[in-house]
């Protein structure tokens, strides 16, 4: 599994990170002999302390240390000097060599911007945007940004830009997004021209120029911008915008790969491991696709999983691949969960466990797997983790016929020929509305409406049972119920006493579902408790808290 070109990679905002806006001089003292600048700084000079403390910042004719420079910027601040004040709050949230207080950030942003400072403008749009020393304000956030981006501000102009695209904070709109970013482009900023270029070679709020969009795509990267390096050596690869070219493929992807670009670390390990556009090189692809997957990478670590489980061209290591394969499931990886429902239900390798078996397979099924969907299907003709149902059966394997799985239509003309007419039309109408779920799509129908204690006064060294109602709806299943884990702890004076395991239970698809525990034993510690109920359906949780006394 390999990953395709994106607009941009995720950052907070350039204005965190842009250490090069505070390496303009001040312009009285930009050129003066260090005891000039020293000896006017210690008489009250704030810009003499502004150019001191660059010098400390950036080991200008001294040696680089940030904890030295902090207090000639901060006497600067202090004595009402905005550019003191911004460099402060940029010492306080993005430096690499100081601890952040986004407090402090933000305490000498505000000053900084109340004196018209247009990067401190910036900056402080990124932290209302964030919630970083400040309440998490969009509405203010975007109004600094676009103050900072009207005044020239290319990194604001990117941000703002950002913003249209993704519609954060404001109506998604890919004409004025180009808009601010050919601004910030136009000053060269490399993040903006690689998301310009994707706009361009897409046709998104612009007339589709790809050959433009090529270009600025290219200059990002020619400028060290992993994510451009990223998007040519999949477009190289795929022929998508540009000639086919495998090797020029490897070269950009080998460029983002040496910058710690998991996506790229991935693609690139699956051409060393294929020999294409580099030569075969399978301890190469491991190292790489390893490095991805150690990054946190769903499908560097699928692959690596599948490599190790079966011994492609690796020593095989059963309890290793399981591993990865697990952690990619986790992430919602569809060939991960699939594969991994595979290895569970036949147990080699790893003890058979057909309930989580059922469990992969159903989510990788979900997201349009069509081998889980075959699989989930034969699993429902045998029964086997799921109650028999020849409905069932069909369902899936019509859905995964129609994806092309090779057998699937056999199985499901199998399951059919067991089924009555009005069975088949009721299956029909789910099969036509099914739609793959997105992974990362939160469902936002989980919710958890009362939990209750019988009794509510519970005698100490008894027993007692626990009622949560619940409701958990989802417009594209194709399933009747629903799979939903049920846990709940026990807590006192806010510190848990008790903590129950996972219980899988099914519920009906947007109807009120009461989910029970019996016999649950009660302390004899008398006092106020409070029980915390959890469902969780496809990784969302909802929770509710209710008290009781044991006397």
């Not at 699939?338 to 997201?367: C, D, M, S, Y």
């Not at 019996?518 to 008290?547: F, I």
């Amino acid at each position: 599994m390999r990953r395709g070109p994106t607009a941009f990679v995720l950052v907070v905002v350039a204005s965190l990170r842009a250490a090069a806006d505070l390496a303009a001089p001040a312009q009285s003292f930009s050129n003066a002999p260090l005891a000039e600048v020293r000896a006017a700084a210690e008489t009250g000079d704030a810009g003499a302390q502004c150019e001191l403390g660059r010098r400390y910042l950036f080991g200008v004719g001294l040696e680089k240390n940030a904890a030295t420079a902090l207090p000639w910027y901060r006497k600067a601040a202090e004595a009402g000097q905005a550019e003191g004040q911004y460099a402060l709050a940029w010492l306080f949230c993005a430096c690499p060599d100081l601890p952040p207080d986004f407090a402090q950030a933000a305490l000498w942003g505000e000053k900084a911007c109340a004196r018209g400072h247009v990067k401190a403008q910036r900056l402080m749009g990124a932290l209302y945007s964030e919630g970083l020393g400040v309440e998490l304000d969009i509405t203010k956030a975007v109004a600094l940004t676009r103050k900072a981006a009207e005044a020239g501000d290319a990194p604001a102009q990117f941000n703002l830009g950002w913003w249209y695209y993704n519609g954060w904070g404001l109506e998604q709109d890919f004409r004025e997004a180009a808009r601010w970013l050919e601004r910030a482009a136009a000053q060269d900023r490399p993040e903006a021209q690689r998301v310009l270029g994707v706009l361009l070679v897409e046709g998104l709020g612009v007339r589709r120029d790809v050959a433009k969009g090529i270009e600025l795509t290219r200059k990002a990267a020619e400028a060290g911008d992993a994510q451009a390096q990223f998007n040519l050596g999949c477009w190289y690869e795929r022929g998508q915008a540009v000639r086919p070219d495998e090797k020029q493929a490897a070269q950009w992807y080998n460029l983002a790969a040496s910058q710690g670009h998991a996506d790229a670390q991935c693609n690139l390990g699956l051409m060393f491991r294929d020999g294409r556009g580099v030569a075969r090189n399978m301890e190469n692809a491991m190292s790489l696709t390893r490095k991805a997957a150690q990054a946190g990478m769903a499908a560097a670590q699928s692959n690596l999983g599948f490599w190790l489980f079966y011994g492609q061209g690796v020593p095989k290591n059963g309890k290793e691949g399981v591993m990865w394969l697990d952690r990619a499931a986790r992430q919602g990886d569809a060939v991960a969960q699939a594969e991994l429902g595979f290895i569970l239900h036949k147990g080699e390798g790893v003890p058979r466990n057909q309930g989580r078996a059922v469990k992969w397979t159903r989510k990788a099924a979900l997201q349009g797997n069509r081998t889980a969907m075959h699989n989930l299907g034969v699993f429902f003709e045998k029964g086997d983790g799921v109650p028999r149902s020849y409905v069932e059966e069909y369902v899936w394997c019509s859905v995964a016929a129609a994806r092309g799985h090779p057998t699937a239509s056999n199985s499901a003309h199998f399951a059919r020929q067991r089924m009555t007419t009005r069975q088949i039309r009721a299956a029909n109408q789910r099969i036509a509305k099914f739609k793959p779920l997105d992974p990362g799509a939160l469902v936002p129908a989980v919710s958890v409406d009362q939990v209750a204690t019988e009794p509510y006064v519970i005698p100490g060294g008894s027993t007692y049972n626990l009622n949560v109602e619940c409701r958990v709806k989802d417009p594209n299943a194709i399933e009747d119920k629903l799979p939903v884990d049920f846990s709940f702890r026990i807590l006192k004076d806010g510190q848990p006493v008790f903590a129950s395991g996972a219980t899988p239970c099914r519920v009906g698809n947007g109807e009120p579902a009461t989910l029970t525990k019996t016999g649950l034993p009660s302390t004899t510690t008398k006092g106020a408790y409070e029980v915390e109920a959890s469902v969780v359906y496809r990784d969302q949780r909802a929770w509710r808290t209710a008290q009781f006394v044991i006397e």
